[in-house]
Structures are given as C-alpha cells and as structure tokens.
C-alpha cells in the first residue's frame, strides 16, 4: 500500500479550503432569512397601508379620534378615545382609546382580541361591545382585512389617555353626552337584533 505524505503546506491550503466552504455554507443559510424578513416587512408594511385605508373609509375615528363631533378630527391624537357620552338603554358608552398605549389603550390585546372586538362584538374580557359601536356592520368584513385593521391600529403612536368607564343604566352622569332619547313604534327593535354580542 502507498502512502501519501501530507506536506505542511498542503495542509494549510486544505484548512483554508475548509474555512471557505464554511463561511459560503453559513452565507447561504442567511441569505435567504434575509430575503425573508424583507418580504415581510414589505407584506406587514402593505397590510398596515391596507388597514389605513380601511379604517378611514370605515369611519372608525368619527367616534374614537377626539374633535371629529365638532368638525375638526385632531392628528395628533388619531383614535386617542373620546370624552362625549353616549346615553342609551345601555347605559352610557364611550368610545375607547384604540392607540398601543399600554395603560390606557390596546397595547395589551393581541391583534385577535382586536378583531374579536370589533368584529365579534367581545371584548378581551369577554363582555359584550355596547352600542353605538357599529361592529354588526364590521361583522362581515374579511378575516384578512379585519387583520389589516389591527395592524394598522397597532403602528399608529400610543396615546394616554383614559377614557371615562362606562355608566350603567340608571346611574347618573353629569359629564358631556349624547342622550338617545326613547324610539318611536317604527324605531323599536322589533326582535331583529342580534341574538347577543360575540356569537359570531
Ligand atoms: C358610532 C361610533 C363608533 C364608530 C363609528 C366606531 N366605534 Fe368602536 N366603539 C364605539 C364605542 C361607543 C365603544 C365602546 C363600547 C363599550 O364600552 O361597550 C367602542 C368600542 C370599540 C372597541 C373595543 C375597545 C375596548 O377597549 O373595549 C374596538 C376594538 C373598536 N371600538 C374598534 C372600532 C373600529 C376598528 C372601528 C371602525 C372600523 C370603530 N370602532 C368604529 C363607538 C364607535
């Protein structure tokens, strides 16, 4: 049998070689991540574009974004939640802070808590979304643009600010609100409303 003998210098080259194949082989593996991650933030970016639209169409800030009742929706403080009341057999409601602020807004929900909100007519608690928010309308939006909506609300700047609690039925309340006085026989619910929030 022959044997070769391995000089110091071929050695060195054969190292050289392994430490390439190396690093091509790591290159290769983080390539594609990169590609990656850049695909999804363009497909997060398109899907927070989305939800803007959505959400302006929809009207979502005529009631969440303070000023709008008076003409003149603020910028600076999009979907911050609104102090006017709306008094109703319900009680009275608010329109609630929307923002990502952690205390005060939705940065603790997940973004399908949110969708169930205001598509489902439940709350992360549970309970049911009081009138007049709308969500029976929003009921037959698309999983994928109820989506979109959440993100979007998600990227806008967090804004404190607490919005008052709801007031049941009955109970006084003295600040600013809009009374809903009793309907008419055409008015009346009829027994056309929905079973009861959240079902769907
Ligand atoms: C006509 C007024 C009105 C419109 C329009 C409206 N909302 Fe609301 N929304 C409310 C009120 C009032 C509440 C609070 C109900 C309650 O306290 O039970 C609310 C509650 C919510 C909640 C639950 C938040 C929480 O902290 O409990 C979400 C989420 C929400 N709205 C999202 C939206 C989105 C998204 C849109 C547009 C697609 C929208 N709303 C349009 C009035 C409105």
Same mark, same amino acid.
């Given at each position: 049998?022959?044997?070769?003998?391995?000089?110091?210098?071929?050695?060195?080259?054969?190292?050289?070689?392994?430490?390439?194949?190396?690093?091509?082989?790591?290159? =290769?593996?983080?390539?594609?991540?990169?590609?990656?991650?850049?695909?999804?933030?363009?497909?997060?970016?398109?899907?927070?574009?989305?939800?803007?639209?959505?959400?302006?169409?929809?009207?979502?800030?005529?009631?969440?974004?303070?000023?709008?009742?008076?003409?003149?929706?603020?910028?600076?403080?999009?979907?911050? =939640?609104?102090?006017? =009341?709306?008094?109703?057999?319900?009680?009275?409601?608010?329109?609630?802070?929307?923002?990502?602020?952690?205390?005060?807004?939705?940065?603790?929900?997940?973004?399908?808590?949110?969708?169930?909100?205001?598509?489902?007519?439940?709350?992360?608690?549970?309970?049911?979304?009081?009138?007049?928010?709308?969500?029976?309308?929003?009921?037959?939006?698309?999983?994928?643009?109820?989506?979109?909506?959440?993100?979007?609300?998600?990227?806008?700047?967090?804004?404190?600010?607490?919005?008052?609690?709801?007031?049941?039925?009955?109970?006084?309340?003295?600040?600013?609100?809009?009374?809903?006085?009793?309907?008419?026989?055409?008015?009346?619910?009829? =027994?056309?409303?929905?079973?009861?929030?959240?079902?769907?």
């Amino acid at each position: 049998m022959k044997h070769i003998a391995l000089s110091p210098g071929f050695m060195f080259v054969g190292v050289l070689l392994l430490a390439a194949a190396a690093a091509l082989a790591s290159a =290769g593996a983080t390539a594609p991540k990169a590609a990656h991650a850049m695909a999804s933030a363009a497909g997060r970016a398109a899907q927070v574009e989305r939800g803007r639209y959505l959400v302006t169409v929809m009207g979502c800030g005529d009631c969440h974004t303070p000023g709008y009742f008076y003409g003149a929706p603020d910028p600076a403080r999009m979907f911050s =939640g609104s102090e006017m =009341g709306w008094r109703g057999p319900w009680g009275v409601t608010f329109a609630r802070n929307l923002t990502p602020d952690l205390d005060t807004g939705l940065g603790r929900w997940s973004e399908d808590e949110i969708v169930r909100a205001f598509r489902s007519g439940a709350k992360k608690d549970g309970s049911p979304v009081l009138p007049p928010m709308p969500w029976q309308d929003f009921s037959t939006l698309t999983i994928s643009d109820a989506h979109a909506i959440a993100a979007y609300l998600m990227s806008v700047p967090a804004v404190k600010h607490r919005v008052p609690d709801i007031v049941p039925p009955g109970k006084p309340y003295t600040g600013a609100i809009i009374e809903f006085p009793p309907p008419t026989a055409w008015d009346a619910p009829r =027994g056309g409303a929905p079973a009861g929030a959240g079902s769907k």
